[in-house]
């Protein structure tokens, strides 16, 4: 009976002229998502600190819900890793035993740190909101408000001092701790770039300025997925409003003025951080282009034959040309909007899509081109782990803990904090 030895990658990989016989396309869309979602858990939290340190007070209705849907992303930052392991109970040495021999050990450290600074952050925002709720459902009968007052009376951490001078005492800790977390943030998703930017027997991924153009293209996607949640919410809210009987036309009206408002200011961030990425992104092609190292014909090769549809339709044109003149026309509207920021969140996916599959793609003979089929119906638990449905799976999951931490941690109820 023979034996079929099933290689990593086999399933997926489709070869074309010369391409050495060990060689497949190893990092699938699992490593696409990967910095994807630790850069989306980076942005939001740098749109949460505009305000708080910075003093963007135009951004104070979005700055608490940027910070907690900083939290409902954290979690996933280390799923698509996981998923890709072939090991995955392996993962967890990086959190047990951190050190910075190399970059992904210092995963551990760098997300530890950052877990601890936003979880830190959140308890000074929300701390009068615990002694309040503590306070209220005090006497309520049921189970779900003593479980609730329980909860909150344990999140106080026995600090229930509501004086001026305490109030603020927390404000100051709010801004150190936004300060700190802010490099924090940029370390957490730069060390994703400089992963790729490291690797030198990758002619595309060997580039010092890999880990600033990741850093820039995560606070634009954070912001965009923040701004695009957080009018799918109101509207939802809106929807509601209408059909309640109680409430009339006017809160409506007053709902959807306050929603532009701060989509049009926030939206004015997103296109600086947004012409940033784009320049650093174009600089660097240049710079390649203009050096013309010995690597540069196969990259040529790649980036204006094999993946031009990718690169510079998709990602330059759909993700990045589009959106930015979508926002720069004056009377910027609530669908002109969310067209623009879902054209955003998809250039910026087919940027982490073009260097982690696009590096892949040639042949070290430089003689060859590898494609990538993304496995679209799983027939094993490799395929589904590494196809479309693990990458929904990944996709999905934040949505989820963002319903359940809003269940306690209200992060648009502005009149109850």
């Known amino acids: 009976m023979t034996e079929i030895l099933t290689v990593h990658g086999m399933d997926w990989t489709i070869k074309q002229l010369f391409v050495y016989p060990n060689e497949f396309i190893y990092w699938?869309?699992?490593?696409?998502?990967?910095?994807?979602?630790?850069?989306?858990?980076?942005?939001?939290?740098?749109?949460?600190?505009?305000?708080?340190?910075?003093?963007?007070?135009?951004?104070?209705?979005?700055?608490?819900?940027?910070?907690?849907?900083?939290?409902?992303?954290?979690?996933?930052?280390?799923?698509?890793?996981?998923?890709?392991?072939?090991?995955?109970?392996?993962?967890?040495?990086?959190?047990?035993?951190?050190?910075?021999?190399?970059?992904?050990?210092?995963?551990?450290?760098?997300?530890?740190?950052?877990?601890?600074?936003?979880?830190?952050?959140?308890w000074f925002v929300y701390r009068e909101y615990f002694v309040n709720q503590t306070?209220?459902?005090?006497?309520?009968?049921?189970?779900?408000?003593?479980?609730?007052?329980?909860?909150?009376?344990?999140?106080?951490?026995?600090?229930?001092?509501l004086s001026e001078q305490a109030i603020a005492k927390d404000k100051r800790a709010i801004k150190i701790m936004a300060a700190i977390g802010i490099p924090v943030a940029g370390f957490l998703h730069g060390y994703a770039g400089f992963i790729f930017g490291s690797v030198k027997a990758n002619a595309l991924w060997m580039s010092p300025l890999m880990p600033v153009i990741f850093i820039m293209s995560a606070v634009v996607s954070g912001i965009a997925l923040c701004m695009l949640t957080y009018i799918i919410i109101m509207e939802w809210k809106k929807f509601q409003a209408i059909l309640a009987k109680g409430r009339g036309d006017e809160s409506v009206i007053m709902l959807r003025g306050a929603e532009i408002e701060v989509m049009t200011t926030t939206s004015r961030y997103l296109l600086m951080f947004l012409v940033a990425a784009i320049t650093l992104e174009l600089l660097d092609l240049i710079f390649r282009g203009y050096t013309a190292m010995k690597s540069w014909d196969i990259l040529r090769s790649v980036m204006f034959h094999e993946d031009f549809f990718k690169i510079f339709i998709m990602q330059y044109g759909m993700g990045n040309a589009l959106p930015f003149i979508l926002l720069i026309i004056p009377g910027l509207t609530i669908r002109r909007t969310v067209i623009a920021l879902v054209l955003?969140?998809?250039?910026?996916?087919?940027?982490?899509?073009?260097?982690?599959?696009?590096?892949?793609?040639?042949?070290?003979?430089?003689?060859?081109?590898?494609?990538?089929?993304?496995?679209?119906?799983?027939?094993?638990?490799?395929?589904?782990?590494?196809?479309?449905?693990?990458?929904?799976?990944?996709?999905i999951t934040p949505f989820i803990l963002f319903w359940g931490i809003n269940k306690i941690l209200p992060s648009l109820d502005q009149k109850n904090i």
């Open 344 to 395: 955003v969140l998809f250039g910026v996916f087919m940027m982490r899509w073009n260097v982690v599959i696009g590096g892949q793609a040639f042949s070290l003979s430089f003689e060859g081109f590898m494609h990538y089929h993304l496995p679209i119906i799983p027939h094993n638990l490799e395929t589904f782990k590494e196809g479309l449905m693990g990458a929904l799976l990944v996709a």
């Open 28 to 122: 699938s869309i699992q490593i696409v998502m990967y910095p994807y979602m630790t850069g989306l858990v980076a942005g939001a939290f740098v749109l949460s600190s505009l305000y708080h340190v910075f003093g963007q007070k135009d951004l104070k209705d979005m700055a608490r819900f940027s910070l907690v849907f900083s939290l409902a992303l954290l979690p996933v930052a280390m799923m698509p890793l996981q998923l890709h392991l072939q090991q995955p109970l392996r993962g967890m040495n990086v959190m047990f035993t951190p050190h910075f021999t190399s970059a992904i050990a210092a995963f551990g450290i760098v997300f530890s740190t950052y877990a601890a600074i936003v979880l830190t952050e959140i």
């Open 135 to 161: 306070a209220i459902l005090k006497g309520q009968a049921g189970f779900a408000n003593n479980f609730k007052r329980i909860l909150y009376n344990i999140l106080t951490l026995g600090a229930y001092d």
